[in-house]
């Protein structure tokens, strides 16, 4: 028993022992894994976890400006802020160009070509041909941004961006529009699509009116359309207005008055120019044809030529009463002095200057009354060639005449270098030279003046201090000269205005054709009223009149446009008459007219009335 104990307890210690060494060694190795495990588990959660600190780092400092770069790139856009043009008003502050909102129309090329399905739809919203619309959009397929349709009424905008057809949107901008339309379409001008003045004053004065546009970040989604209003980067500017020196109301008077005239006589073309004598000042101007500065593409282009500034004309008889006003300032004639124009020619190397009738024997003022060639040619034979030069460069020929107006004709005036022997003679009565109707009214504006001549100027008020070009009396000796001319046996008595002495001058030249002159006409007048103080002096051209209607001649087809548009601006301009004798008189005379039309025995008229009453065209009016 002892020895079975004995081995019994042998065979458990063995067998401890063997479970001792099969397990222990287990145990150890399962103990040293998972720490092996753990501390790699941890270290990859370290590195990950410095990568990421260090991704962090690159994204957050390192390179953020690139990163935010393309954020913004995608959803944060920087768009300008439309600013509304400077408004245009005439001397009382009418408008007569304005700036209104409407809506711009653009797409994103690169979304539209995903959807084509829906480009039928916006094709016709848009009302272009769809193969046109995916054309456009094709040649710009890797752009973000194209014009659709521009400067559309905000309601066809909305009706549009209701198809919510990916990538199209629509942005503020403003449109010009000219209330007096074609009565003053030449003096405006026009703008672009991006409203920058294109002619006129629209562009002599675009930096003024245009203003500066502003500009703000906003995010935007894939469809183009504002989210977020981030920042203002720019404040808008508005561009400043402009009170011209234009009034609206003898601004239509001239151009309905001229466009009559042409319709009447048949003319191609006619130009018309109103100043003020005191200051220089625009206050009518008018060409025709004219254009619809509102639908420009709807007029030829040789339409939106302002004739009164950039055609040059030859000036015709207008130039005899400064080819007069400078003998007077050579002392060379007087009012008095007489000249044979007999037998109605002079010799002119070898062509002869002639009247349309022997005149005979006139005085200085009966030059200008008869508009006598001769008569003029006589007066420049007594002038130097360096006196009658001089004189007419004093009164703007042959250069500008400072307007400003973009385009504007110096006019020709050679130098007398450049004369041959026939030139001065000519001249004196308005040939061999060239001059705009702007230049002629300028220079008659400065005999209405005293002698003191202004730039024109088309802005109200503006600095224009004057100089002086010709003596005060010598200039008022030629005004009463003028006068005459709108008197019975003048060469315009139908510029002639009740109530008003008018002075003026009739000028009809013969159109330049290769070679010499043909037998197309140009009539002019220029004249100034009231003569005791002149307020308004006024330049009609009548270009190409046919002569088979009212004739050809200056003081025909021009002088009743200077009498119907004078007679309306004096009349708004609240000027007093200088002729009340005559008014009254034809007053008088048209009192006897109704009380013989009812029976009655009429007083007899006074002497005035018996002799102003039946002379000139307004008389006869006033006595219907």
């Not at 008077?253 to 004598?277: F, K, M, P, Q, Y």
């Not at 007083?603 to 008389?619: E, K, Q, R, V």
């Amino acid at each position: 028993m002892t020895r079975f104990g004995k081995r019994l307890r042998w065979f458990g210690s063995e067998a401890r022992r063997e479970r001792a060494a099969s397990v222990h060694p287990r145990a150890r190795v399962q103990q040293f894994d998972l720490r092996r495990r753990l501390a790699l588990v941890c270290g990859f959660l370290g590195l990950g976890s410095v990568a990421l600190l260090a991704r962090a780092l690159d994204l957050q400092v390192v390179d953020h400006a690139f990163y935010q770069q393309q954020g913004d790139a995608r959803f944060l856009r920087e768009i300008p802020i439309a600013t509304s043009r400077g408004m245009i008003t005439d001397r009382n502050g009418e408008p007569l160009a304005i700036s209104s909102p409407v809506e711009s129309i653009w797409g994103n090329p690169r979304e539209l070509l995903k959807v084509p399905e829906r480009l039928p739809a916006l094709a016709r919203a848009l009302d272009m041909p769809q193969d046109e619309l995916a054309s456009r959009l094709s040649a710009r397929a890797d752009k973000e941004f194209v014009y659709l349709k521009r400067r559309i009424n905000p309601d066809e905008a909305a009706s549009i961006l209701a198809l919510d057809i990916p990538g199209v949107a629509s942005q503020r901008e403003y449109r010009r529009f000219y209330p007096q339309g074609e009565a003053l379409a030449h003096v405006l001008g026009f703008t672009n699509v991006d409203d920058r003045g294109q002619e006129g004053l629209e562009l002599a004065f675009d930096d003024w009116l245009r203003g500066t546009a502003g500009a703000k970040r906003v995010i935007r989604d894939n469809k183009g359309r504002i989210v977020e209003n981030v920042d203002l980067v720019r404040a808008a500017q508005p561009g400043h207005d402009l009170a011209l020196s234009i009034d609206r109301r003898i601004q239509y008077l001239t151009h309905r008055e001229l466009r009559n005239a042409i319709a009447e006589t048949g003319a191609s073309s006619g130009s018309a120019v109103v100043l003020d004598v005191a200051t220089g000042e625009v206050l009518a101007m008018a060409n025709l044809p004219t254009f619809n500065p509102n639908a420009v593409g709807t007029s030829p282009r040789d339409a939106h030529r302002n004739r009164a500034v950039t055609d040059l004309l030859e000036p015709g008889s207008t130039m005899k009463p400064l080819t007069v006003a400078a003998g007077l300032e050579a002392g060379v004639i007087t009012p008095a002095t007489l000249f044979n124009t007999s037998p109605g020619w002079i010799a002119n190397g070898r062509y002869r200057t002639t009247d349309t009738h022997n005149y005979g024997v006139l005085d200085t003022t009966g030059i200008i009354r008869k508009s006598s060639n001769v008569g003029a040619s006589l007066v420049a034979k007594r002038l130097s060639d360096a006196q009658f030069y001089a004189f007419m460069r004093r009164f703007g020929y042959g250069q500008r005449s400072g307007s400003g107006f973009p385009g504007e004709a110096a006019g020709l005036f050679p130098a007398p270098d450049r004369w041959s022997g026939t030139s001065k003679q000519t001249m004196s009565y308005g040939y061999g030279l060239s001059a705009t109707p702007l230049q002629i009214a300028t220079a008659y504006a400065a005999l209405g003046n005293g002698g003191l001549l202004h730039q024109p100027s088309f802005v109200k008020g503006q600095p224009n201090p004057p100089k002086r070009v010709l003596d005060a009396r010598i200039a008022n000796q030629v005004l009463h000269m003028m006068q005459t001319v709108t008197e019975p046996g003048g060469t315009a008595t139908q510029a002639a205005i009740l109530g008003y002495h008018v002075a003026g001058k009739t000028g009809t030249s013969r159109k330049a054709s290769a070679g010499g002159y043909s037998r197309r006409y140009i009539g002019y007048f220029a004249g100034l009223v009231p003569v005791d103080n002149p307020r308004f002096a006024m330049v009609v051209a009548v270009n190409d009149p046919d002569p088979t209607r009212k004739g050809y001649y200056g003081g025909v087809v021009a002088g009743p446009v200077f009498r119907n548009v004078m007679e309306g601006a004096l009349r708004l301009m609240d000027v007093s008459p200088d002729n009340l004798d005559a008014w009254l008189a034809v007053q008088a005379a048209a009192e006897a007219k109704r009380m013989k039309a009812e029976g009655r025995t009429p007083p007899a008229l006074p002497a005035t009335a018996a002799a102003i009453a039946p002379s000139g065209a307004a008389n006869a009016r006033a006595l219907q």
